[in-house]
């Protein structure tokens, strides 16, 4: 399925982090941006998840939650925001742009019809 905006990164420097798969009632894979620059009481310091509406604005798909660089490692921690949000259905649409390269990868299920990591 095409996706269904740029890919990669935005103009803005927003990076994509995964996909949302295709379902039958949207049928378009959506790539999945990180805003790191939400507003915070302290200034900027929050970030929340998004994909693109059909005029290509952002729609954001999480709440905002503080930036934790060391949470971003634990594999699920998007998928959990994704779930706090809009329930299983959403998170489980929900995948990597890549799969973690870390010790802790072993312990997370690889789905069976996507690439895997070959070191």
Known sequence: TAPATD???RANGDLQIG???????????????????????DGEGNCAMYIADNNDAPLYIT???????????????????????????LGSRFRYLE????????????????EQVMD
């Open 19 to 41: 996909w949302l798969r295709s379902t039958t009632s949207d049928p378009l894979e959506r790539p999945v941006f990180l805003d790191a620059r939400r507003p915070h009481q």
């Open 99 to 114: 799969q973690a390269r870390s010790p802790a990868a072993a312990f997370v299920p690889a789905h069976a019809d996507e």
């Open 7 to 9: 890919v990669g990164s």
């Open 63 to 89: 709440d905002d939650f503080f930036a934790e660089p060391v949470l971003f490692l634990v594999s699920d921690f998007f998928v959990q925001k994704l779930i706090e949000k809009h329930g299983p259905n």
